[in-house]
C-alpha cells in the first residue's frame, strides 16, 4: 500500500468566488485519483492545508513524525514548491526509521482546478517513481525525479533542477 | 533520451464536429507533455493513428521496427488500450536488440480531448515507469506496471489487471 | 419559468470507455445549468436522448405534443443539429395553442463533456433569448437567433446562417 | 455590431505559477468566442485589466467615454461583479449620447481559466440580450437580465437579485 500525506499547496489551491481569492479547503487527492483511474491501493491522509511559503518547523516536524509512523515503506507526499526541497531535507535529516522508507515529493505548478493544471501528470509520475526507487527521499517534478539533496526549484522559471 | 512512439488509440481520438463521430487527426501528445511541464528530454514520433481493434500484424511489425532502429534505451508507446497486451507481446517476441530496452506502452480510457480523461496520469507513469525499470517490456496503467506477459485488460470493467 | 425539453443531440454525447464509442446516457443539463450558475426558474423535462439524425415523426409529434401541453410559455429544446431545423418547422406547423408560445431550439457543435464544447454558450444565449422574444420559433446557436423558417446548418462548415 | 469592452474582472484571473498568485495579463474574450463559436460581428476593445475593487471614477469615466464615443448601439462590457452595478449607474447617469445605447454589463464568479467557470454561460447570454433589449443599461448575470437601477449583488451569496 502507498500512503499519500498531503499538506496542500498549488495542487489543492481553490478560488473563493465570494471573496476572489486563492484558498484552501478540501484535497482534491481521492477526485484526481478517481480521474486517473488509480487501481493503487492507496490510504490518503491530509496533514495540513496550506501554502508551502507558510509552512513551519512544528509543520514539518508532524510530517515527519507521520512519515515515521506510517505503517507502509512507500510514501507520497503533496506540498506546495517554493519550500518543497526544504521539507525533503528535513525527512531525511530524521531518524533511521524514517530513511528505510520510499518517499517522493511532489506538487503542482498550477492548481488542478484549473483545466491547464500540471497535478494529475505529476501524480502519475510520483505514484510510479515510489514504486521503484530505492530507500530514500526525492522529490518529484516535471517528469524527473531528483534526490532529495540534488536539486532545487529555479525561483526564475519554475522548473525543478539538479545541482 | 526517452523516444515516444504514438500509435493512436483513445488517447489521440477527437471529436469530428462536421461529422458529429470520433476520429484521429493529429497527436495530442506535445500538448500534453507542454501541460504536464515535462522537462524530459524526449523525441515524440507518430507511427499511425488508428483504434487498436484495427491494427494489423503489418502494424506491429512497424511498431517492432522502430523499437529495434530507435537509438534510445527507453521507449514509450502510446496505444488503445484493446490491443495493448498483444502489441506487447509482439515486441518482446521480437529479436534481442529490441529486448536490451525498456518500453512501456501506455494509453487512455478516456480520450485526452475529453475533460475526464486518465491520460495524463498514465502518461505521467508512464513515463516514470520506463526511466527505472530494466530492460523488458510493459504495460503501465491505473497507476501500475506490469510486465508484459502478466497483465490482461478486463474488457467488462477496462481496468488492466494481473495475471 | 421556462421548460427546457431535452433531446439529446451533440450536448449530451458521453464517451463509453469500454465500447471505445460515443453514447447517450444521462443529459447534461441540470449539471451546465449549475456550472452557469443559473438563477432562472426552469423545469428541464427529458424527452428522449437520441442524435437528431434518428429522430422520426413519430418523435417530432411527442415534442409537439410536449410544446402544446406545457403550462409555460417560454420553452427551449436542446437538440441535434442537423435535424434542428425540420423539428422547428414541425413544431411551427402544429395548432395555434403552441404557436402561442416562445420556443428557441438550441445545440452543440462539440459534446459538453468535452473541454472544448460551444454547448454553455449556446445555452446561455438560448435562454436569455427565449426571455425576450415574441411568441414564435427561433433557432438560437453561434449567439445568434433565427426565426424558424429563415434559417439552415451549412453541412460544410457547420455554422447557422440565415436564407 | 457588437462592441465589447473589456474592463476585467473575475472573467480575465489568470495564475501567476512563479509568485503562486491570480493576476490579470490578457483578456480570454476572443478565446471564449471562439470556443462558443460565435458568429457574431463583435468588435473588442480592451480598456483594462483590473479587479473592479480597484476601479476608481477616471476609470469610470474612461468607461463612459467609450461607450459614448462607440459607433455601435449594442455594447457588452465585461467588468467584475464587486462594482459592476456602480459602474453601470455611472454609464446611466451620463449625457442622452449613451442612453440611446444599449449596453449590457456581465461578469463571472469563477475565472474562466477555472475548468468551473460560469463565464461562457454568461457571455452568451448577455451577447443575446443586447441584441434585443431597447436602449438602456443592464446588468446580465446568472441567465437574468436586470435594468440597472434595479439589481444588486447580494455579497453572501454571490447571487445577482432585484431590489
Redesign the interface.
Known amino acids: 500500500m502507498i500512503r499519500i500525506l498531503v499538506t496542500g499547496g498549488?495542487f489543492d489551491?481553490e478560488?473563493n468566488?465570494?471573496a476572489?481569492?486563492?484558498f484552501f479547503k478540501d484535497t482534491h487527492l481521492p477526485e484526481?485519483?478517481r480521474?486517473?483511474?488509480?487501481?493503487?491501493d492507496v490510504a490518503v491522509r491530509t496533514l495540513m492545508m496550506i501554502?508551502s511559503?507558510e509552512m513551519t518547523d512544528a509543520d514539518r516536524g508532524l510530517i515527519v513524525d507521520h512519515c515515521r509512523a506510517a505503517p507502509d515503506s512507500c510514501i507520497v507526499i503533496t506540498h506546495?514548491t517554493?519550500t518543497m526541497v526544504e521539507t525533503a531535507a528535513a525527512i531525511a535529516g530524521a531518524d533511521p526509521a524514517v530513511g528505510a522508507k520510499t518517499i517522493v515529493l511532489t506538487g503542482a505548478?498550477?492548481?488542478y482546478?484549473?483545466?491547464?493544471?500540471?497535478g494529475?501528470?505529476?501524480?502519475?509520475?510520483?505514484?510510479?517513481?515510489v514504486?521503484?526507487?530505492p530507500a530514500g527521499v526525492y522529490v518529484?517534478?516535471?517528469?524527473?525525479?531528483f534526490e532529495w539533496n540534488r536539486v532545487r526549484k529555479n525561483?526564475?522559471t519554475?522548473?525543478?533542477?539538479a545541482v
Open positions: 498549488t489551491k478560488y468566488e465570494l476572489g481569492t486563492l484526481m485519483l480521474l486517473g483511474r488509480s487501481r493503487l501554502d511559503l506546495g517554493d505548478m498550477i492548481p482546478a484549473f483545466g491547464s493544471s500540471d494529475l501528470f505529476n501524480l502519475g509520475s510520483a505514484l510510479s517513481f514504486q521503484l526507487l518529484a517534478m516535471n517528469g524527473r525525479c525561483r526564475e519554475g522548473v525543478f533542477e
